[in-house]
């Protein structure tokens, strides 16, 4: 004779049934889909994350641009560099020019090299990118420098405007204030770019 756990136990078995084929394959689905989706939605997150990312890099390096030649590049050796920038110039002329903007700018500094090569610093657009070419203490560089973007970024980052305009209009031909343009992008994808647009004054102390 059962007992009353034994029965109660039995009936609960006795209720229970397996998993059917077609059941089986409408949850596989639904996973599948579930999974397929957040895969989408990863991707869309991390392809926005990079997009962003590198458009953040381009506003910081534009910004590092504009201040280098506003405050000066650093020259000479550790311990013992100068800038030469526009803000400490005693000199500041256009090159490349078209009427009164240019698309270069050669920076006269305080420090004057006894030699006979002047310091200079030269600022200018060539192929895309912002270049630097300067001499110290009477010695030109070898190769100019990569202002903006960086050498290793050349293939992502194009500089599409750089251009200087004198703003002063007194009637010598000395510069005193300078208003720089500079637009860029950065390449995020098979045609797709993110591009930025700086306008600023600087001027001679």
């Not at 990079?50 to 590049?73: F, V």
């Not at 500089?159 to 208003?179: G, H, P, S």
């Amino acid at each position: 004779m059962m007992n009353s756990k034994t029965t109660f136990k039995n009936s609960l078995l006795g209720r229970q049934r397996g998993v059917t084929l077609a059941e089986l394959l409408v949850v596989i689905a639904i996973s599948s889909i579930l999974i397929l989706i957040s895969s989408l939605g990863i991707g869309i997150f991390f392809r926005k994350y990079r997009e962003l990312s590198a458009w953040a890099d381009l506003q910081t390096d534009a910004i590092d641009c504009i201040n280098q030649i506003k405050n000066g590049i650093p020259v000479g050796p550790e311990g013992n560099k100068e800038y030469f920038g526009v803000v400490n110039a005693i000199d500041l002329e256009l090159t490349n020019t078209t009427t009164n903007s240019s698309t270069g700018l050669r920076i006269t500094p305080p420090s004057q090299s006894t030699l006979q090569t002047p310091d200079f610093a030269h600022f200018y657009l060539y192929d895309g990118a912002v270049r630097c070419n300067y001499s110290h203490h009477g010695v030109q560089i070898a190769s100019p420098l990569y202002v903006f973007p960086k050498q290793e970024n050349l293939d992502k980052v194009i500089v599409d405007k750089f251009l200087f305009t004198k703003v002063n209009d007194y009637a010598d031909r000395d510069i005193l204030v300078l208003q720089l343009e500079l637009n860029a992008r950065v390449r995020t994808g098979e045609d797709r770019y993110r591009e930025v647009k700086f306008k600023t004054k600087m001027a001679k102390k």
